[in-house]
DNA sequence: ATGTGTTGAGTTACCCGTAACGTTACGTTA
DNA sequence: TAACGTAACGTTACGGGTAACTCAACACAT
């Protein structure tokens, strides 16, 4: 299997014509009659021809289809289906994503920009506001399209899609606030720095200052948030000897995780405690109580990304700005005011 | 924005030297001089140089760093988690996936090599093992390196990872059928044709049929595989009178589904009917009960997919098959034999 | 002073398509 | 019949790097 690929010459000299020629064929540019057609064509089925679409780029000076799309990691399943949104549409729109995980680390998102632009990609696609100077530096020179997604920005370095963050934790705080509650408790998981987790805990908590009431303990673990770090969380808030009447978890999987805790230790909910967590996530849909949380519209951001990207593409001028918002959804697991 | 890329050229010409200088300073190469170097990486810096790494590809008529990796949905959580066990490990080693979401769809598959392939990558991870006629030509004719995940395949058109899925189903089978079941049910989802879980199924059937028990019952749902579908299938199932005394479902998502409807109808489990998944997925993880199931490494599977197609590309010589294995989950959800 | 080797460059050709322009061989019109 | 138009195809140059080769300057041994 050492077979060199077959070059556009090869279908030209086999087809018995220039290269020209065939090129033309191929793009039905017009110009060569039927019979040279149906010649060329014998050749490129019978030789195998696949393009180099490498070389095409290059004669035009062109970009490439590609287009960079950077996400922390795909364990979490919102990102994951922001990633498919993103793919979907640009592929019905003949682009093609090339991946980049950041595990939430800026050093490895730069690293992944510059790569990336020096393959000549159509645009990029990263999450989050905050990137190392570098990578700003790289983005704004290569003069190509860049949404930023998830975290809302009204100054983007380009273009954005996504929601406040500040404002979902802050409505949070208030909506629990407005429900009586006077003591209040966060858990959430640290092993990343300024993220949009931080925002929401920023909101939630100047929420609880600005109606009274107290942030009694916020505990940050050092794991991924998922069920059983808001099992265990839980347990160390509750054991830590801190009266907390609700509890505000990172996303909806701790907050899942700290229900069957308190549930397991004879705990009522929302009677003896509130639970509230965030995101709207699969797992809530599955268990027998609404659980009070955020919801956010995953898909619609990733479907939103790519079809600002499009259009930057296609030379429209676009918004450039999209806040996706986010829905407080009630649920029965905090108790309501009378 | 308009800023047209700073070329190799236009480093050189800044710096008083020829391309080629400029070239063999950029990739260390030896052969000029310090105060060359400083001079030639001070006007890299000063103009913002970017290598346009399409160009070297071209001239060494060599590949990408590209490995165009195709996956059915991102909704599944297994192939997410393959995804970026693929990634993590490519990244490392300076490559990059290209995503190819084929929707469960051969044609989608076809059309995604066709397009990847026009871009010189320099190899292909796709997932199951059967693809169009025209696909496997394509692939042939590359001479790249492929590796077909998932389903283990003793023929593979290049490398292969994955599991027996015919062999898993019929483990489970027999493993019921040990347990001195002998009413048999099956609830999948099948809007997609051939693919593993059929595999499964048909694993399942010779298994029962081997020991000489009935498949009463096999429901395939138009849907995806989920928590609701293996609800409502359960339902569906129970209703139509038949009496089975054990349901396999195609995966953990539906099986945990089924539970959760046999619960709440008061059926115990598994005193009243067995219950049986598929893949030890997350959600099992998190049940307050151990789900019988079929345990496979998704994350092994992605990795060594992965290092197959490294070392490939690395020209070493290497095993192109490997059968990752499964490994059943005796679990608390069906009965045990005395 | 001459020959030889080494260092530090520059020159040329090429990769694979395509844009731009040139060239034939006709047919058509005045 | 000369002048012109057009369909169909060919030629040339180019893009951004790099392999392979050439070349100039200088050091050093003979």
Excluded at 198 to 209: C, D, M, N, Q, V
Aim: net charge neutral; charged share 20%; glycine share 10%.
């Amino acid at each position: 299997m050492k077979n060199k690929q077959v070059s556009l010459a090869e279908v030209a000299r086999a087809a018995g014509v220039s290269k020209m020629t065939a090129s033309r064929v191929l793009r039905d540019e017009g110009g060569f009659s039927e019979k040279t057609r149906t010649k060329v064509m014998a050749e490129v089925d019978r030789l195998g021809y696949l393009p180099n679409r490498l070389a095409t780029v290059f004669a035009g000076d062109q970009k490439t289809t590609f287009v960079g799309v950077s996400i922390p990691e795909l364990g979490n399943e919102i990102f994951a289906q922001v990633l498919e949104g993103i793919d979907r549409k640009l592929v019905a729109f003949g682009h093609q994503s090339v991946l980049g995980l950041t595990e939430h680390a800026l050093e490895n998102e730069e690293k992944w920009i510059e790569t990336v632009l020096s393959w000549q990609p159509a645009g990029l696609i990263v999450t989050g506001r905050s990137h190392t100077p570098r990578a700003v530096q790289m983005l704004r020179n290569s003069g190509l399209p860049v949404v930023e997604l998830w975290d809302f920005n009204s100054a983007p370095l380009d273009m954005c899609v996504g929601l406040n963050h500040f404002d979902s934790g802050y409505s949070m705080g208030r909506y629990l606030a407005t429900n009586g509650y006077r003591k209040f408790a966060y858990i959430g998981t640290s092993h990343h720095s300024a993220n949009a987790a931080s925002s929401r805990l920023a909101g939630y908590t100047k929420a609880i200052e600005d109606a009274g009431g107290t942030l009694i303990k916020q505990l940050q673990l050092r794991d991924a948030p998922g069920f059983y770090p808001g099992y265990y969380g839980t347990e160390q808030l509750l054991a830590s000897g801190e009266e907390a009447e609700v509890i505000f978890y990172q996303n909806d999987n701790m907050a899942v995780g700290g229900y069957e805790y308190c549930k397991k230790k004879g705990l009522s909910v929302p009677d003896d405690i509130g639970i509230a967590g965030w995101g709207d996530l699969p797992i809530a849909s599955i268990q027998p109580y609404r659980l009070t949380s955020i919801s956010v519209p995953h898909l619609k951001i990733g479907q939103q990304a790519a079809e600002l990207m499009l259009s930057r593409i296609a030379g429209q001028p676009m918004v450039s700005t999209k806040d996706v918002g986010f829905r407080l959804i009630p649920g029965t697991t905090v108790q309501k005011a009378p």
